[in-house]
């Protein structure tokens, strides 16, 4: 009898059930490797307007592509709801294909890659739907292609077409939205900050009369509403020629501007960065191209000076405090450093030296240094069943904290050393801080605005 209802159970599962568990489960081991790992690279990950989110309903979440395959890790970690996301079918290369359907990306084809293919794309799209009747969360990037460039491109109908063909099918009634998400990178490289913005969402059931009337019309209508919410929710500027300077005025802007606690306030934040990304688009082209000439004089100067920005506009505080933390702090980044750093160290070396786009970068960077990392502390832990000495097991267990609190300590003491020769060049050198100061205030035109003058010199 036990024999006989442990086959009926076996039975039971299909092959489909099985891959889907199976899924599930590589699914969250993907994101139990990659949460760490970005939480080392990156300086700072944030999240604003997570609660747009339903957590009961069918979504399509939009998202701009500046980072290749990171894009999905990023907004996968910091949206607790399992997502499926539709990626460039020529990644899924035969070895692979089994896992990158386990982390639940779909093929979409394209006639860049393959011509032959596109006709695929009906399975693609029947995958989508399927995705979104079981009220889960698809994600789409819209515009098409990764670039470093902060522009926006004009949305493909690809998303309404996909949103309308779903309801269609099953219902308008299922609570299809269609969520837009900004994925915002200070910079492609090590340490560099991500926010990420939850726009305003779309019901989709509101389009079901003029769907009814008119299919082509309600496409167009969606798309342009779309693009409207999903822009509100980008640091972009018009010209992609701009975009070394608009990174560089957030950078600064940010010295000015932000303190720990206001990533508490992030709508806040990102209308601030928003407001300088559109002066900086608004820009005539001699006026850019005069604070261009002085953004990157005066960022020249800083790296020739080994000086930091902080400094020059007095927002450091307490060298006495800090040095002392680096004191206390020394053993456990010694620790972290013998522990952790090699992993870390190859994948740098691996990426700088194979990675050509910089839009790659950080995500080739980040999981390679993930990856490596995992690979490297298993060995380590080999090593200590060997070793059999209990501080050497426990030096092991704790580098994944370690190798974080020493690179935190490598940046705290860069800063120390910066602020410490400002110190001395102020004493010996006061016009060399003058000009760098008055080089600032040339391009700082965020001074200048009422509104943000009361938080930058609160």
Known sequence: MENHSCQWLLKSISGFQLISYLGFMLYFLAKAIMWPATQVFFRRMVISGAEHIP?????????????????????????RRPMYFLARSDVFKPRAKKYMKGVHMIPIYNAEHSKEDLSRNMETFAEGEEVLRQKKILMIF?????????????????????????????????????????INYSFHRFRASVVVSVGDSTAIADYKTMYEENPAKAINVLTRELQEKFSNTVLYVDQAERTDLINQLLEYFRNDAIHRSDYR??????????SIADDVSEM???????????????????????????????????????????????????????????PVLLAKYIADKKVKRIDWYTSVSCVLGGMLFDIWFILLLIVSAFVQQWWFFIAVLLSPLTIYLAIQWWEAFKIFTAHARYLFLRNAKPQVIKDLEDLRNEFSFWRTNKNLRRRLFR
């Open 55 to 79: 957590k009961n309903k069918p979504v399509i979440l939009i998202a701009n592509h500046s980072a290749s395959f990171l894009d999905a890790i990023v907004v996968g970690l910091l949206i």
């Open 142 to 182: 819209p515009e098409g292609i990764s670039r470093r460039e902060r522009i926006l491109l004009p949305l493909k109908k690809g998303t309404a077409r996909i949103a309308f063909h779903t309801v269609s099918t099953h219902g308008f009634d299922i609570g299809l939205e269609v969520i837009p998400v900004g």
């Open 265 to 274: 306030k992030k709508d806040l934040v990102i209308r601030e960065e928003k």
């Open 284 to 342: 005539d082209d001699d006026t850019a191209s005069d604070v261009t000439e002085s953004v990157f004089r005066y960022t020249h100067k800083l790296s020739n000076l080994r000086l930091n920005d902080r400094s020059i506009i007095h927002r450091y505080h307490s060298i006495f405090f800090h040095f002392f933390g680096l004191i206390l702090g020394l053993p456990v980044t010694l620790c972290g450093a013998a522990t952790g750093i090699v």
